[in-house]
């Protein structure tokens, strides 16, 4: 229909400007409804392993392993956090604080290291600048194993392995951070307001604490956020250096539970799906609280 | 710039050098330096152990030790599977959401960003759930369509691994693909329109084009990743020791160096040996991938 008008009309010039928007609506509703359905199956793909740990965390043994796994069968989600925050003495709310002290504390403590880092990087000109620039960006590439094998001894030396601090320190130096703030720092931070400053007399401390930590709210606000999802999804250094279960990160206690099976003949198996299931949320409120931050971190930290 | 500007300036960055030293540089080193040595027990091993200098020749074991090497190659070859796949699902859902309107881009993007959220033990625990024959549905649903499928069988693993990491990785790469397609100019687009492009056409000729800068980003990033793949294979170990054995991956067979056979030497070793295949695979990723843009 619309293209046999399209045709019929003269001069063409004309139509394209004034019919070009009903046509290519046209066209593209029927290809909008064509995308949205490629749209919806990616969207199935990617929230029923959720929708499953949600309904299998209600549900009791027999229930797991004899109804449906993708629809609900009694109502046993009390049941299970109560097993969950009971057994073993409540570990397992030991591990969430563990958790959530390491992330948190840890973040923080980078986060403030690598906005001071960025902005020294992004607004100074000192000898060795390209350097510490250098050792940022080549850190990347660094395996992991590298640095946490070496790091496990040096931390046993001196009698750090197995206590908070083993997670903690580490976490203090994060070049992705100190590159993510030296890119923010450059985008808020305008030459003119540090030159106002310093003639008012303002000290260089006084200017950072005061000045350049609030404008970049935003920014250190994305490089918490990163740190903390880091730290808290990290597995490699918490199985490296944390040794005695009570100083474990949920992530480790989750990995042994589920070992347990097979080591001990022991099914935890619900208790795993339950704690997996706790074990999202405080992820999913700080990712939906501070949407509007990552975001933008996750973009611009990818492509600049 | 001022003298002691400069300095004040240098003064900022001076705690994360320090740090550096002393969590980058100083390990590295260490590794380094044990790598070069070996420990041996003297006499019949109740004296205690030595350690001698011995050149490189963990080097050497490192790179004849069938264990490793095929450790690495499966994983590379894992890679040039599962990186690929990813990423183009990855880029085709950023050009579906770069065509819808923008209210559904927007509902979309964050249901597509569920799995980013879950942290990479928990997806694994979940995912290892479903593909159980025990608890998990998908085995049912398989037998209900004619399959008798067996998620940890050994052809099976690598599949079901990737199918896990593709689940994860698809939401972030996705967004950072979007964004890119999203700081192209629009005029382009209809310029293009008016010009009788179809939107398949400018998808292929000017979205994807544009997008090249973050697809090389998110391989690479990818890249890297895998080499150093631990999480999910250990977690899938934990449910089927047959098929995913202690030294599946390269970081696995460094772990259990270190930890089980207590070989810190040839641990170290290892470990700055994959450190260099990094190096090296990044960087002939980079050259083709930037050889193709000229």
């Known amino acids: 229909m619309v293209l046999t008008e399209d045709r019929t009309k003269k001069p063409p010039t004309r139509t394209v400007r004034r019919l070009g928007r009903p046509d290519r609506a046209a066209r593209s509703r029927g290809g909008q409804r064509f995308l949205l359905i490629g749209l919806v199956l990616a969207s199935v793909y990617s929230l029923f392993p959720v929708w499953w740990l949600i309904v299998a965390a209600t549900k009791d043994r027999t229930g797991l392993y004899q109804s449906n796994g993708l629809w609900f069968s009694g109502m046993h989600l009390w049941d299970n956090l109560h097993q969950l925050f009971t057994y073993d003495d409540g570990i397992f709310l030991r591990w969430t604080a563990n958790s959530l002290l390491y992330a948190g504390v840890g973040s923080l403590g980078g986060t403030l290291v690598a906005l001071a880092t960025g902005y020294g990087l992004a607004r100074f000109d000192f000898p060795g600048r390209q350097l510490v620039f250098a050792c940022v960006v080549g850190s990347f590439l660094i395996p992991i194993a590298l640095l946490t094998l070496p790091l496990y001894l040096m931390f046993s030396e001196i009698g750090l392995v197995d206590t908070p601090w083993a997670m903690l320190i580490p976490c203090l130096i994060n070049p992705f951070s100190v590159y993510l703030a030296k890119v923010y720092t450059e985008s808020t931070i305008p030459f003119e307001l540090l030159e106002a400053a310093r003639i008012d007399g303002a000290g260089e401390l006084r200017i950072f604490f005061s000045i350049v930590l609030r404008m970049m709210t935003t920014g250190g606000a994305t490089v918490f956020l990163l740190a903390f999802v880091n730290t808290w999804n990290a597995f490699f250094l918490p199985l490296t250096v944390l040794r005695g279960e009570e100083n474990w990160t949920l992530n480790l206690g989750l990995y042994n539970w589920s070992g347990k099976r097979l080591e001990s003949g022991v099914d ?11 074990s999202i949320i405080p992820m999913a409120i700080m990712m939906v609280a501070m949407r509007r931050y990552w975001r933008t971190g996750v973009t611009l930290g990818a492509l600049k | 710039m001022i003298r002691s500007l400069r300095w004040k300036g240098a003064a900022f960055t001076v ?36 350690e001698t200098f011995s050149g490189l020749d963990n080097y050497q074991q490192g790179l004849t030790d069938s264990a490793f090497m095929g450790s690495v190659l499966r994983v590379v070859l894992f890679a040039c599977v599962q990186i690929p796949v990813m990423l183009l699902i990855s880029l085709i859902l950023a050009l579906l959401l770069d065509a819808v309107t923008a209210r559904a881009a927007g509902g979309f993007r964050i249901l597509l960003l569920v799995p980013y959220m879950i942290p990479g033990v928990v997806a694994a625990l979940v995912w290892i759930n479903l593909y159980s024959p025990e608890v998990g549905p998908l085995t049912p649903l398989g037998e209900s369509l004619g399959f008798d499928w067996n998620f940890f069988a050994p052809s099976m693993v690598w599949p079901s691994i990737g199918n896990l990491l593709t689940w994860h990785g698809i939401g972030y790469n996705m967004v950072i693909i979007y964004a890119a397609l999203q700081a192209v100019p629009r005029e382009l687009f209809e ?4 010009d009788g492009a179809s939107e398949r056409r400018i998808a292929l000729s000017i979205k994807i084009p544009h997008v090249r800068g973050a697809l090389v980003l998110t391989g690479m990033l990818s890249i890297i990743q895998m080499l150093q793949i631990f999480n999910e294979p250990a977690l899938f170990r934990n449910v089927t020791p047959q098929t995913v054995n202690d030294s599946f991956t390269p970081i696995m067979i460094i772990y259990n160096q270190a930890f089980n056979a207590g070989n810190y030497h040839y641990a170290a070793a290892l470990s700055v040996l994959l450190a260099l295949i990094l190096g090296v695979a990044s960087f002939l990723f980079y050259r083709l991938t930037s050889r193709e843009a000229d």
């Not at chain 1, 935890?268 to 706790?278: D, E, I, N, Q, R």
């Open chain 2, 15 to 50: 705690p994360f050098q320090l740090g550096f030293v002393f969590l980058y540089l100083l390990p590295i080193g260490y590794a380094v330096y044990q790598s070069l040595y070996t420990e041996q027990s003297s006499g019949l091993g109740l004296g205690g152990s030595t």
């Open chain 1, 268 to 278: 935890l198996t619900s208790l795993v799906l339950t704690g997996a299931l706790m």
């Open chain 2, 191 to 194: 310029a293009a329109r008016l």
